[in-house]
């Protein structure tokens, strides 16, 4: 059926902004950000080296992290306290391989990262009865363990003295120079983002969040509850035992200490200062783990105790955390606009 005439005149006459499907401008609006983000990564070593560069390549291993146990916890609603003993897994099984396997370092992080899936998947198992605190506690014992087990088995993982982790190389490239390392953390974070952000849009990400909501109702609509509980955790122990690999090819040394208690809990509170269910929460929860106790570091006893108020500060002012920043400001403009249509 033909349109008015009146109608096609006024679409004609309207503004260029106006002819444009809606939603265009503001796809291209953050797919112009993202270029930006992008361009000024790239480039950044070329401005600054030294520690800022390590503290980027610290933000990106985190941000692996953080992406995996969102995946968990935000959007799957399954609590763990155990990723440091995933993060360990990764970091530990990744330099093995490559030290004592002859593996290269490209292979053996995705080979890691695969064994430590089939045990996240293994330890899903047992504990698909349990839920909530519950949960959070038998996942606490599995970080332990993994702990415990390292300092224990001395003649594989070095105990207590710790492993040192041979340079990584491609080919005859050697990825020890400064700077290196940050390229292959910065694919890394990239792949993860995009894999993950297209996940949520598949099949079993939309099964995650009804099983987030409520596993009754997910039961009822026919999704298998205990085996997307399992796939979860498989998916969130892959990306953060990949994370752990990067990790040890970074720092060049491992020692169990590290993977601690503590650790696991610093993980969980930055997807929550983050944003739980949102992947960029999960970059700015571990920009915010890194840098901001990183800003008060010279001042004695200041960075636990500055990253311990703000942590307070934005779960009372943003209770669902940095990502609803955006959401905040939109909701801000358009109240804006609304009162000036009514003045």
Not at 102 to 131: M, Q, Y
Request: contains cysteine.
């Amino acid at each position: 059926m033909a349109l008015p005439s009146s109608s096609v005149s006024s679409v004609l006459q309207a503004p260029p902004a106006q002819r444009v499907a809606p939603g265009l401008y503001p796809r291209l609006q953050r797919l112009g950000l993202w270029g930006v983000a992008a361009v000024a990564l790239l480039l950044l070593p070329q401005f600054v080296g030294g520690y800022p560069i390590y503290l980027a390549s610290l933000v990106g291993v985190y941000a692996l992290v953080a992406i995996g146990l969102n995946l968990l916890v935000g959007f799957s609603g399954q609590i763990s306290l155990g990723h440091a003993g995933f993060f360990a897994l990764g970091a530990y099984a990744s330099a093995l391989l490559a030290s004592r396997g002859g593996l290269p370092f490209w292979l053996a992080i995705p080979v890691a990262s695969v064994l430590t899936a089939l045990i996240g998947a293994l330890i899903a198992i047992p504990a698909l009865r349990l839920k909530n605190l519950y949960l959070a506690i038998a996942t606490l014992g599995f970080g332990v363990v993994v702990q415990k087990m390292i300092f224990e088995w001395r003649g594989l993982t070095g105990g207590g003295a710790g492993l040192e982790v041979a340079p990584a190389h491609l080919g005859s490239l050697s990825l020890a120079v400064e700077g290196r390392m940050y390229y292959v953390i910065l694919l890394a974070v990239a792949f993860a983002l995009w894999s993950s952000a297209n996940l949520i849009r598949t099949r079993t990400g939309r099964a995650f969040v009804i099983l987030r909501d409520s596993e009754i109702a997910a039961a009822c609509v026919g999704i298998n509850v205990a085996r997307f509980k399992v796939i979860a955790f498989a998916l969130s122990a892959f990306y953060t035992a990949a994370a752990g690999g990067l990790m040890a090819n970074l720092v060049r040394y491992l020692n169990p200490e590290s993977f601690n208690v503590n650790l696991s809990i610093m993980f969980l509170a930055m997807i929550v200062i983050g944003g739980l269910g949102s992947i960029r929460g999960a970059l700015l929860g571990a920009a915010f783990y890194v840098i901001v106790p990183e800003l008060f570091r010279d001042i004695k006893d200041a960075p636990g105790l500055v990253f311990g108020v703000s942590l307070m500060l934005v779960m009372v002012l943003l209770p669902r955390g940095l990502a609803s920043l955006r959401w905040l400001r939109k909701a801000a403009a358009r109240s804006g606009g609304a009162g000036e249509g009514r003045a």
